[in-house]
């Protein structure tokens, strides 16, 4: 097994901020108006936000890691040196607060799927979340005998930690509920895991085909009503949990449900009922939209 020594792998805060330095001056530079418009606004902000705290929610992240995918050792190493020298270094009493204990107020249930990580999307800050990650964010109901990994978590969660938000975030463009779509409830299938998985989302599936018999919806507009319903379900299979009623009834947890359109940039919350709140609508970042 090959050790790595982190001890010389190290930039300077320097470094980092005389590349945010020049760009700012690039930027001011082009300006040729009196004012700023929007998109140079924002692209102060993007670069700005690098060097900035976020206030009371903790460090902001800078949004884009100088770090290579070429080589993944070297991924490695590199993603951990940015982090340890833009956070671990530049933040002594959160890390020394965060090895003592942690006291998250959220607990987020969260797909797999490598474009959907619930830190950067809703800039949860370390010990901030709880997190739980499965493919197709779902929960299964409260069994002692099937899914304990889960259970485990949720007890954990709540009866330890005492967390008081639980986020269940679905997402677009989702491939195992594509798969839960698709797939014949009593099809053959060329998996150890992933069919038997996805039977938990089955009363999702059942309610969206039968709203959408007679309809217009196509099989991407079922899915994407699937994945919105998969989280409904997952929210009540939640209140199976003893600990989980417990604490919704004593007000102490609030259980809501979370859908990310990354094709759009839009995120949808809603309470434990599925009556959506007023969507927000996030522009995205000018960096990745340049003009």
């Not at 809703?122 to 005998?145: C, K, S, W, Y």
């Not at 009834?249 to 599925?274: H, P």
């Amino acid at each position: 097994m090959q050790c790595i020594s982190f001890q010389s792998l190290e930039v300077t805060s320097s470094q980092l901020s005389d590349a945010a330095i020049q760009n700012l001056s690039k930027l001011f530079l082009s300006e040729k108006e009196e004012y700023l418009d929007d998109v140079a606004a924002a692209k102060i902000d993007n670069i700005t936000v690098e060097m900035q705290w976020t206030g009371q929610t903790g460090p902001a992240w800078p949004p884009r890691p100088l770090v290579s995918s070429d080589d993944p050792v070297k991924r490695i190493i590199d993603g951990f040196k940015y982090f340890k020298t833009n956070f671990f270094d530049t933040h002594p009493h959160l890390v020394k607060k965060l090895a003592q204990e942690q006291t998250p107020k959220f607990m987020v249930f969260a797909c797999s799927d490598s474009r959907v990580c619930p830190s950067h999307i809703l800039h949860f800050q370390p010990g901030e979340a709880f997190m739980v990650r499965n493919i197709t964010n779902m929960v299964p109901a409260f069994d002692q005998l099937k899914h304990s990994g889960v259970g485990a978590t949720i007890e954990y969660a709540i009866e330890e930690l005492g967390v008081e938000n639980i986020l269940v975030m679905g997402h677009s463009r989702c491939g195992g509920i594509k798969r839960l779509m698709s797939h014949p409830e009593n099809g053959s299938t060329p998996f150890d895991f992933i069919d038997e998985w996805m039977k938990i989302g089955l009363p999702a599936k059942a309610k969206v085909i039968a709203e959408a018999e007679g309809g217009s919806a196509d099989f991407e507009e079922q899915c994407e009503s699937c994945a919105r319903e998969a989280v409904n379900l997952s929210l009540r299979n939640l209140q199976t949990y003893p600990y989980v009623q417990k604490a919704v009834s004593d007000k102490t947890l609030a259980l809501r449900g979370g859908y990310y359109d990354f094709v759009n940039g839009i995120f949808e919350l809603w309470e434990l009922q599925s009556h959506l709140s007023s969507s927000i609508l996030i522009p995205p970042p000018c960096y990745l939209n340049p003009k």
